[in-house]
């Protein structure tokens, strides 16, 4: 059984950074990818990025590029995501997951479905 609990939610004003991590247990944890989403109040979760464990590609949704980055530590099972430039519109739930198994098609990996683990969810608040 895998588990995934993130930390280092909280608040932080507008232009401000967090860096939220997410770390994983579980025997011989080797996910295909781990993904970051995050559901506003009374919105749709939504994509934010991910890493592909083995080589560490990354893919970011549009609102994000330039200000988030996503990197993941083998030795610690743990993956990161760094949050730069915040504005007030990111303020949201984020949520770590896990797939176990290559997207089809590739597009999938943007969908929460794709995911076979997630975490409970970290708070982040911006303030303007």
């Known amino acids: 059984q895998v588990q995934l609990v993130e930390s280092g939610g909280g608040l932080v004003q507008a232009g401000g950074s967090l860096r939220l991590s997410c770390a994983a247990s579980g025997r011989t944890f080797r996910p295909y990818a781990m993904g970051w989403f995050r559901q506003a109040p009374g919105k749709d979760r939504q994509f934010v990025g991910n890493?592909?464990?083995?080589?560490?590609?990354?893919n970011y949704a549009d609102s994000v590029k330039g200000r988030f980055t996503i990197s993941r530590d083998y030795a610690k099972n743990t993956v990161y995501l760094q949050m730069n430039s915040l504005k007030p519109q990111d303020t949201a739930v984020f949520y770590c997951?896990?797939?176990?198994?290559?997207?089809?098609?590739?597009?999938?990996?943007?969908?929460?479905?794709?995911?076979?683990?997630w975490g409970q969810g970290t708070q982040v608040t911006v303030s303007s």
């Open positions: 890493i592909k464990w083995s080589g560490g590609s990354t």
């Open positions: 997951a896990a797939a176990r198994g290559p997207f089809y098609p590739v597009a999938s990996e943007a969908l929460g479905s794709s995911y076979d683990y």
